[in-house]
């Protein structure tokens, strides 16, 4: 992170030919961090494969170490987990420091909520500012105890639950993070513990419990789903071969769609349905994307995906989709900026309180390049130019890496420069980003400033 040293100003080139060739980006996120968490829960070695291996997730595996699993790292991409089984975690001897990782910390504090343990979990300054009320009402339920800051934030004590109880839970809001931390927390607990979200959020967790053994059963219920997880299963060591994260993809994907002359392949992709609203939305918008050698792993669909320059027309993105591309709008915007007419995405509310107010910061990005955009209440109108944008701008990060990145994508389609004031923490989510895209361009594009 770049807390507390020197910020890292860069700045990127009009891409003067296409981006071309094959390149396969960093692990998945969520599937990473939870193949840690369900390693140390099973029963046997758990061996993982391209692991992602940003800060976020190595403090997900530091933690994993601290409550008692042995967790090694054999080479790039590659770990082992001997686990601990359900209710086997042990009393970390130290404080937990998530870092800036509020999914680490939302599940984790599920995970404890079922052992009868006592822990400590703290974060970065970023991290101590967001609310972890919302995953330690519902965790209280169970049995569990939490004292935190006022709001909810951290650092946050709890003692689990000697005996846990079942969770019964609706979520107020869709949320995977919730939604996986109560499942966590019912997997040490007799009985079924149910939850019910009112959209339908991504479901890595569902996914990950069958894998290694779990009886989880789904019932669609209108835009949302009822999971139900049977307590108390043998979580067995099973294999993880973690897919390319479609959250980096889509940095890569907007840029060859929008540089004149681009045809790249993105190999072993995640295209988990939950996860590819931003996918969805360019196609509407004209995007010709291919899928090849689509096959399944560890419950996962994956495929290799090629993508060609097109020319975009707008589009209007309701708001059901937002849980399934949260992260994903600031891209999206870059190939609005980039298409012809008015793009509007609408019920963002959920993006003011990412990292950054990303709803603001998105609006600011497109002005700093000279795209003409509105905030109508929780919406975001796009004013497409119709080809490259005039671009010039400096970006202020916010110390958000999807900002950050979304502007030096935009910056090798416009027709001057873009700059961002610090690039620094890309590294968190993304650390060979740059280099990767330089590589597609054939050239130098993203550089410091």
Request: hydrophobic share 45%.
């Amino acid at each position: 992170m770049s807390h507390g040293s020197d910020p890292t100003p860069l700045r990127s080139l009009p891409a003067r030919e296409g981006l071309s060739g094959r390149i396969s980006v960093p692990g998945d996120k969520s599937i990473s961090h939870r193949a840690l968490m369900f390693g140390a829960l099973a029963i046997g070695t758990t061996e993982i494969e391209g692991l992602l291996e940003g800060e976020d997730v190595l403090r997900t595996a530091a933690a994993m170490r601290l409550l008692g699993a042995e967790v090694e790292h054999l080479s790039p991409g590659r770990w082992r987990v001997a686990g601990r089984g359900i209710g086997g975690l042990t009393e970390p001897a130290d404080v937990l420091d998530m870092g800036n990782s509020g999914t680490a910390a939302r599940l984790i504090a599920g995970l404890l909520a079922g052992h009868p343990i006592f822990a400590v979990m703290t974060g970065d300054a970023s991290l101590r500012r967001r609310p972890m009320k919302r995953v330690t009402d519902p965790l209280a339920a169970t049995g569990a105890r939490f004292w935190s800051r006022e709001g909810g934030r951290l650092p946050l004590a709890i003692q689990g639950a000697r005996e846990p109880l079942p969770l019964d839970y609706t979520l107020p809001v869709a949320s995977a993070q919730v939604k996986s931390a109560c499942l966590l927390a019912g997997l040490c607990a007799p009985g079924t513990t149910r939850v019910v979200e009112p959209e339908a959020t991504r479901d890595h967790s569902e996914n990950m419990l069958r894998h290694f053994g779990a009886t989880v059963r789904v019932t669609v219920q209108g835009h949302g789903r009822l999971i139900e997880l049977d307590g108390q299963p043998e979580l067995r060591a099973a294999p993880v071969n973690v897919p390319g994260d479609p959250s980096s993809a889509a940095f890569f994907a907007v840029a060859a769609l929008i540089v004149p002359g681009s045809k790249l392949v993105i190999g072993n992709v995640g295209l988990n349905p939950l996860r590819t609203g931003l996918f969805q939305s360019l196609r509407e918008m004209g995007a010709v994307l291919e899928v090849g050698a689509p096959r399944l792993e560890g419950g996962e669909p994956v495929g290799d995906l090629t993508v060609s320059a097109t020319s975009l027309k707008a589009v209007d993105v309701p708001p059901e989709r937002a849980p399934s591309m949260i992260d994903e709008y600031p891209i999206l915007a870059v190939a609005a900026a980039c298409a012809t007419g008015t793009s509007r995405f609408r019920g963002l509310s959920e993006l003011k309180v990412k990292e950054s107010d990303r709803l603001t910061g998105t609006a600011d990005l497109l002005r700093a390049a000279g795209v003409d955009c509105a905030i109508e209440g929780d919406d975001l109108l796009v004013q497409g130019c119709g080809g490259p944008p005039p671009g010039g701008g400096l970006v202020a990060t916010q110390m958000d890496h999807r900002l950050a990145m979304s502007a030096l994508v935009l910056g090798l389609a416009c027709r001057d420069p873009m700059r961002v004031d610090d690039g620094a923490f890309i590294a968190t989510s993304f650390p060979n980003f740059i280099p990767l895209m330089n590589q597609a361009a054939g050239a130098e594009a993203i550089a410091a400033a």
